[in-house]
């Protein structure tokens, strides 16, 4: 039934409730635990109902989640799939007994209020998945607390080492030298602006709408005895009235401005920078066809983001008066990153589960199951972009005699 459902054979096996199996039993299984996970899939036969049936432990994985995803997505892009009928979907309801009133949504979906992108509905967007916990994601990441696509420059760095590299080749790309004040527009746990301080000599200021992570960067500050030269703020970026910084960075926090605000963001950046001064935006990409996350990413992991192709990023930063100077593409650097994450869940399960529950645990081995594959596969990208402000007699800041501009 699910391959006449299915419109082609399984590529993974199928373990129900009752000891009953389908398709190949000698690699990844679903394990479908009780009747409320198809109940879910009647009423949502897709990524949604899917993800509910796996967050709330309805639905398991045995063996490695990633590979039985990329055989899902392998049977997408051959067009071999068909979106079932709702007659067929019904009949197997049925004959399964799983007809009955929509199981409740996992408290751990995001239930937001208010128009898309005003800023209480940002900062509860944000909330929702950096507010987590400052322990939870001190156990995930490296040291520094980056999260974000790091740079691998040898098969034998580490996941500390590639993180120090991404933050260093930002810093170099905007030329900082001490005494430069630098602008940190999304700052998460401080690792850009900490960074900047103590290798640079810079003045460095971050802002970020997330309160736990705020907090962890004061702390920061202090140990690393740097209060006076590093500044973190609770503030929107549509809220900084500084006067222009010499340098700009932006690490991956434009997925989370929206379309329709995407040019009031370019247009800060712009007007927050003096002349001549650099960008640096670090930001995911993906393809004309899908725009978002996914209602997965969307629903539990990352409300209300939104990715572009880096054509389009690039056309917002040139219609706010910036010069695109160069775009580094680092899409294999996170499939190596993500990776990296995932198996540190997997080592610390139990501390993980311990800290942010089994749901929310298993909200991270989906994302980052699926993340890694999405950009091995190239179905979603991430680039730095380096871009200028032009002063009034037109220069842009870099020097014409020839000099390594972008240190890779």
Excluded at 29 to 42: G, K, P, T, W
Excluded at 354 to 378: D, S
Aim: proline share 4%; hydrophobic share 40%.
């Amino acid at each position: 039934m699910a391959e006449r459902v299915l419109g082609a054979p399984l590529p993974i096996g199928i373990r129900a409730w009752d000891g009953s199996v389908a398709g190949p039993q000698d690699g990844t299984v679903l394990v479908i635990r009780s009747r409320d996970a198809l109940r879910r899939l009647v009423w949502r036969p897709d990524e949604l109902g899917l993800a509910r049936a796996y967050v709330s432990g309805e639905l398991d994985v045995e063996g490695d989640l990633a590979v039985g995803l990329s055989q899902i997505w392998g049977l997408v892009r051959r067009g071999v799939t068909r979106r079932p009928k709702v007659v067929e979907v019904a009949k197997l309801a049925l004959r399964l007994k799983v007809i009955g009133p929509n199981p409740d949504a996992p408290k751990e979906e995001a239930r937001l209020r208010g128009a898309l992108h005003t800023k209480s509905r940002d900062r509860d967007a944000i909330s929702h998945h950096y507010d987590l916990s400052n322990d939870f994601y001190r156990l995930v990441l490296d040291p520094s607390m980056a999260y974000s696509c790091a740079y691998f420059t040898s098969d034998e760095d580490s996941l500390a080492r590639a993180q120090h590299n991404k933050l260093d080749l930002v810093c170099r790309k905007l030329d900082l030298r001490p005494g430069m004040r630098l602008l940190d527009v999304g700052c998460g746990w401080g690792s850009m602006i900490i960074h900047a301080a103590k290798h640079y000599g810079v003045h460095a200021t971050g802002v970020t709408i997330s309160a736990q992570q705020r907090e962890h960067v004061l702390g920061r500050i202090e140990a690393e005895g740097l209060r006076g030269r590093v500044e973190v703020r609770l503030q929107d970026y549509r809220e900084v009235r500084d006067e222009p910084f010499d340098a700009i960075s932006t690490i991956e926090m434009g997925e989370h401005v929206g379309e329709r605000n995407y040019p009031e963001y370019a247009s800060a950046l712009h007007r927050l920078l003096k002349p001549e001064g650099r960008l640096l935006l670090q930001q995911m990409s993906r393809g004309r066809n899908a725009p978002g996350g996914g209602a997965f990413i969307e629903s539990y992991v990352a409300p209300d983001m939104h990715m572009r192709p880096v054509s389009q990023t690039t056309a917002f930063l040139e219609a706010a008066g910036l010069e695109i100077r160069d775009v580094h593409a680092l899409r294999e650097h996170y499939v190596w990153t993500v990776r990296a994450w995932a198996q540190t869940l997997e080592d610390r399960w139990d501390e993980v589960v311990a800290l942010v529950g089994e749901g929310q645990a298993r909200v991270w081995r989906l994302y980052l199951a699926g993340g890694a594959l999405t950009f091995e596969e190239g179905r979603m990208g991430v680039d730095q972009i380096l871009a200028v402000r032009r002063s009034e007699n037109g220069r842009s800041g870099m020097p014409l005699v020839r000099r390594e501009l972008v240190a890779r």
